[in-house]
C-alpha cells in the first residue's frame, strides 16, 4: 500500500517514512503544502498523513481541496495543535482521524491500519484467497497452513494482490501501489519480484496461483480453475 506524508519537519518525516516502510508500506514524502497538494491530486495513495502547519498552503486548507475535488483518500491530521476548536476544524475539513504530536508510533501504526481497514471495507486484518492466508498484523502469511518467508517487498506485492484478488493487476499498478515515486519503469524488477514470489508460494502446491495475463499484467484467482 502507497502512503503520503506531508510534514515539513524533516527529521519527523523520515522517522515516519522509516517506520512504515519497515511495515512494508510505500512512502512518498512532501515537505510544503503545495508540493503536498500536487501529489495528493496526480498520485493513488491509500492513505495520506497530514500536517496542520505547512509552508506554502495549510493542512486544513489542503483537506477541503482534495474533498472538493472527490479525492476520497482516507487523511490521518498528524499535528502539534491539540486544542478540541483545531481537533474539531480538522475533522469537519473532511479529516478521517485526527492525532497530536508527540505520538507514540504505535499508536500511529493502529490508527494507520484502521483507516485502511475501513477504506477497503474489511473488518479482519487477514486476507485469504483459496488456501494462501496473509495476517496483516503479524505478515505472517501461510499456505495450506504451513508458513512462508518473504521479504518486505514480496510481502507487499503479495499483499496488493490479493486485496485484489480476481482482478487483473497492471505492472503500472503494481509500481504506483508496491513502490514510490521514485521507481524506474523501464526496469524488470515487477517480473523479478513475481518470480521470486511464485517460487516461494507455489512450492510443493498446485495449482500455481499467481496467473499472468500475457499482455496486461497479472491476477490471483479467488477460487481455483
Not at 115 to 127: D, I, M, P, W, Y
Not at 172 to 192: C, R
Request: net charge negative.
Amino acid at each position: 500500500m502507497r502512503i503520503l506524508v506531508i510534514e515539513d519537519e524533516k527529521k519527523i518525516a523520515s522517522f515516519i517514512q522509516r517506520g512504515l516502510k519497515e511495515e512494508n508500506f510505500a512512502v512518498d514524502l512532501a515537505f510544503d503544502g503545495e508540493q503536498g497538494l500536487f501529489l495528493a491530486e496526480t498520485n493513488p495513495y491509500n492513505l495520506i498523513v497530514l500536517d496542520i502547519m505547512l509552508p506554502e498552503r495549510d493542512g486544513i486548507s489542503i483537506c477541503r481541496e482534495l474533498r472538493r475535488k472527490a479525492v476520497r483518500t482516507p487523511i490521518l491530521m498528524l499535528t502539534a495543535r491539540d486544542a478540541v476548536a483545531d481537533k474539531v476544524s480538522g475533522l469537519d475539513s473532511g479529516a478521517d482521524d485526527y492525532m497530536t504530536k508527540p505520538f507514540s508510533f504505535d499508536e500511529f501504526l493502529a490508527r494507520v491500519r484502521s483507516l485502511l481497514r475501513r477504506s477497503s471495507g474489511s473488518a479482519s486484518n487477514v486476507l485469504r484467497v483459496q488456501n494462501l492466508e496473509l495476517n496483516q498484523l503479524s505478515r505472517r502469511v501461510f499456505r495450506s497452513g504451513k508458513e512462508i518467508t518473504l521479504s518486505a517487498k514480496e510481502y507487499a506485492l503479495l499483499e496488493f494482490l490479493m486485496l485484489h484478488a480476481d482482478e487483473v493487476v497492471t505492472r503500472t499498478m503494481i509500481s504506483e501501489q508496491v513502490w514510490n515515486e521514485d521507481f524506474d519503469s523501464f526496469t524488470n524488477v515487477i517480473d523479478v519480484h513475481i518470480k521470486h514470489l511464485r517460487d516461494k508460494i507455489d512450492i510443493d502446491e498446485t495449482p500455481s496461483l499467481i496467473h499472468t495475463v500475457r499482455g496486461r499484467g497479472y491476477c490471483l484467482p479467488a477460487n481455483p480453475a
